[in-house]
């Protein structure tokens, strides 16, 4: 039996030169849901950071509902994930699905990992 799918605090990525550091490498993909920034950890698992402006989406509810759709997305979709990169998602607006995150996060975290130069393997359990 596997074990559980956590999110686990060290999976975070909440210094802020972690988010600069992968928004500045500008290695990125998207969609019509989200854009992922990537860079590399060196760590063997991939680290999830979440940057949800006010500008774009005006309500605090609504931003903390699409960050809650985001980890969970991440927490599920872990072992389709690229080992050793950080991941920042940014999402392009309110009306994010849980659907749409769960397909978009993996496709767009490859295709970082791909334009980073990184292994594609995927994250262990």
């Known amino acids: 039996m596997?074990?559980?799918a956590t999110f686990r605090p060290h999976e975070r990525i909440n210094?802020?030169?972690?988010?600069?550091?992968?928004?500045e490498r500008k290695r990125s993909a998207s969609d019509a849901a989200m854009v992922v920034y990537g860079a590399e950890n060196?760590?063997?698992y991939p680290r999830l950071g979440i940057s949800v402006g006010r500008?774009?989406?005006?309500?605090?509810?609504?931003?903390?509902?699409?960050k809650r759709l985001l980890r969970e997305a991440f927490r599920l979709g872990k072992e389709e994930l690229p080992a050793g990169?950080?991941?920042?998602?940014v999402p392009r607006g309110a009306r994010l699905t849980f659907q749409e995150a769960r397909a978009s996060l993996?496709?767009?975290?490859?295709?970082v990992a791909r334009r980073?130069?990184?292994?594609t393997s995927k994250a262990p359990t």
């Open 2 to 4: 596997t074990p559980p």
């Open 15 to 23: 210094d802020p030169k972690d988010f600069r550091r992968a928004f």
């Open 42 to 44: 060196g760590l063997g």
């Open 55 to 66: 500008k774009k989406i005006r309500s605090a509810a609504a931003r903390n509902r699409v």
């Open 85 to 89: 990169i950080d991941l920042i998602i």
């Open 106 to 111: 993996p496709a767009l975290a490859q295709a």
């Open 116 to 119: 980073l130069g990184a292994r």
